[in-house]
């Protein structure tokens, strides 16, 4: 069984490690790993983001933003990311990581859970699905939802 635990101030440097090799990984933008200990603290220190910090490495991670839904009131939690060390996955870690991040938005209030993945990214999708996540308007029927960004 992993061990999880929510991040603190004191965590901001290992968040930020873990969110940088992520990046990293995946060829994706990161302004470093001591740009990121700043941010994670600022944003640890004002409940902006909640962390979840799995195993002594940590090994692993999972970010979520809470923000309050126009249409319910209640929360909507957006998992923002959701990473393992690679020499450490497929042994649960995401899965657990997954499950205590939606019991932690559910005891915050949250009604509701969205995230982003690539379509490319198999294990992942799979994990998603597993635990009742699909990407169609409604519940499992309706057309395909889409996910769009764009810098600013």
Not at 10 to 22: G, I, K, P, Q
Not at 126 to 132: P, T, V
Not at 134 to 143: A, F, I, L, M, T
Request: charged share 25%; aromatic share 6%.
């Amino acid at each position: 069984m992993t061990d999880i635990r929510r991040a603190t101030t004191d965590d901001a440097a290992a968040v930020a490690r873990l969110l940088h090799d992520f990046n990293t990984e995946f060829e994706d933008f990161t302004p470093g790993v001591e740009t990121l200990t700043g941010n994670a603290r600022k944003m640890l220190a004002a409940g902006d983001m909640v962390v979840l910090l799995a195993g002594d490495g940590p090994d692993g991670l999972a970010e979520l933003r809470l923000r309050r839904s126009v249409w319910t009131m209640k929360l909507d939690a957006y998992l923002e990311e959701l990473y393992v060390v690679p020499a450490l996955r497929g042994q649960g870690i995401g899965r657990a990581l997954l499950r205590e991040a939606m019991d932690v938005a559910c005891a915050e209030g949250a009604g509701h859970m969205d995230l982003g993945t690539s379509q490319d990214d198999v294990a992942a999708v799979a994990l998603y699905e597993s635990e009742g996540f699909d990407c169609h308007e409604g519940r499992g029927s309706g057309p395909l939802a889409l996910f769009y960004e764009r810098e600013l």
